[in-house]
């Protein structure tokens, strides 16, 4: 396998996972430039997040239809051009308008990316290059909120979003000079009732998670929301149950290791997801850092995904799918509860080393878990595979942040009106629970899954 691959797909998915997070530092200042308030300002996080919702569903009909590598380069074009416009709005409505267009490229980008990776490489190479594509996940969420107060601080809350010019130009140049032209799956109709249904089912469940986490409009709009997605998702598996071909096809969760991938990385990003949320307002509003500093000590999560890069595939080998990820599991839900004991008094290095340890398991278990998702699944549901997995993804990060913010919340109505250090330990063990909740399902799986892609069976050889 050659390396330029996931290293040409990660540079652009990195792009896409720091964007989602480096505008949150930037917020007060963006608000006071076009004449609003943060708090209202908050759509456009949202309506990035609801635009991701609507169109991942459709991506892996999108690949088969015109070419993986062909959607995965204007996918980056449209994520460039609604930088563009987020940098040039002046006022609210455009603004949400921007992020919503930049929402529509990385709909696109993350699981057409993947599913680049999964057609053009053996299983047996499927490990290492899931490690270099799992980085920008892990790396984007870390480094966006001390780029964006950088940025913020010392320049203009513009660069955040023409910071990603460069990159994605030079994305676009190397995906069509180095990726392969992979042979288009077979061209199905368009499931429009489909898509309007899976569309409205992850958008209305991710905006209602959103508004009822990050307030920017009544609660009883989240509500709303809310209760529309569930209906809608219900009515989405009665739809496809019933269609000759779906948008997303719910059979493929008949594979007892991809529904066991996909249920432990839900509920896995539930807890891990909880924890970029809860960390920052933790070091900024009980210990009295800057967001410079809380953002700087954050990242040291990221050194610890890059180590674990090159030690996931021998660990894999020896251990097996069933292990390693049962373990990785246990070791971060325990590691996210252990932040509950932190006080302003912890000496700064036990700090960084939970901090690393957490980067650590969390790297090793989602190159481990994406790489099972495919272990069972022919060329033709890799497509679809990768859809549900982007979906999944988006529903259960903002799952996680409405858990923690619904845990504050409730919380602080018992103990205090403020927010306090005994808040936060309570959250931090809630979510951490929920992280070490992945293993139950892992647990249950027979000892050799995977071993193509793990390398297991070769080593017991």
């Known amino acids: 396998m050659s390396r330029s691959l996931p290293l040409i797909l990660a540079v652009a998915l990195f792009m896409e996972n720091m964007d989602s997070t480096v505008i949150s530092t930037a917020l007060p200042a963006i608000a006071l430039d076009i004449g609003t308030s943060p708090v209202a300002l908050k759509l456009a996080l949202t309506s990035y997040l609801v635009s991701l919702a609507i169109f991942i569903p459709v991506s892996s009909w999108m690949a088969d239809r015109f070419g993986a590598k062909q959607v995965f380069r204007i996918a980056i074009a449209v994520f460039l051009l609604g930088s563009i416009a987020c940098a040039a709005a002046n006022s609210l409505e455009a603004f949400v308008a921007a992020r919503f267009l930049q929402g529509m490229g990385g709909a696109m980008m993350t699981p057409v990316g993947r599913l680049l990776l999964v057609r053009s490489t053996p299983k047996s190479d499927l490990v290492n290059a899931m490690a270099w594509l799992t980085i920008p996940g892990l790396l984007g969420p870390m480094a966006g909120p001390p780029v964006g107060g950088f940025l913020t601080t010392y320049f203009s809350w513009h660069w955040i979003f023409l910071i990603n010019l460069p990159i994605g130009i030079a994305g676009i140049l190397l995906a069509g000079r180095f990726l392969p032209e992979i042979v288009p799956g077979e061209r199905r109709l368009m499931d429009w009732r489909g898509f ?129 990820l049962t373990f990785a599991a246990v070791a971060a839900g325990i590691i996210i509860a252990a932040s509950s004991l932190f006080t302003d008094a912890t000496p700064h290095a036990v700090l960084l080393g939970v901090l690393l340890a957490g980067g ?14 495919f272990a069972d699944l022919d060329n033709a549901r890799v ?79």
């Open 196 to 324: 309007a249904l899976a569309g409205t089912a992850a958008a209305g469940v991710i905006f209602g998670l959103s508004v009822i986490s990050l307030p920017a409009l009544p609660p009883i709009a989240g509500t709303a929301a809310l209760a529309t997605g569930i209906a809608a998702s219900i009515a989405y598996l009665s739809h496809a149950r019933r269609s000759a071909s779906p948008l997303l096809d719910p059979s493929i969760f008949s594979v007892p290791s991809f529904r066991a991938a996909v249920s432990a990385l839900t509920l896995f990003r539930i807890g891990t997801g909880a924890t970029p949320f809860l960390l920052p307002l933790l070091f900024q509003l009980s210990f009295g850092m800057t967001p410079f500093q809380s953002g700087m000590t954050t990242f040291i999560g990221a050194g610890g995904a890059i180590i674990m890069k090159f030690s996931a595939k021998p660990i894999l080998s020896r251990f097996g799918f069933r292990k390693t």
């Open 360 to 373: 650590l398991t969390r790297s090793l278990f989602f190159t481990g878990s994406n790489a099972l998702v």
């Open 383 to 461: 497509g679809q595979a990768t859809a549900i997995v982007s979906v999944a993804q988006q529903v259960s990060v903002a799952l996680g942040v409405a858990l923690a913010g619904i845990t504050l919340e409730l919380s602080s109505l018992v103990t205090g009106d403020t927010l306090t250090r005994m808040d936060f330990a309570i959250a931090f063990v809630v979510v951490g629970l929920v992280t070490f909740s992945a293993a139950l399902v892992l647990f249950r799986l027979p000892g050799g899954v995977g071993a193509e892609i793990s390398g297991e069976r070769r080593q017991g050889a």
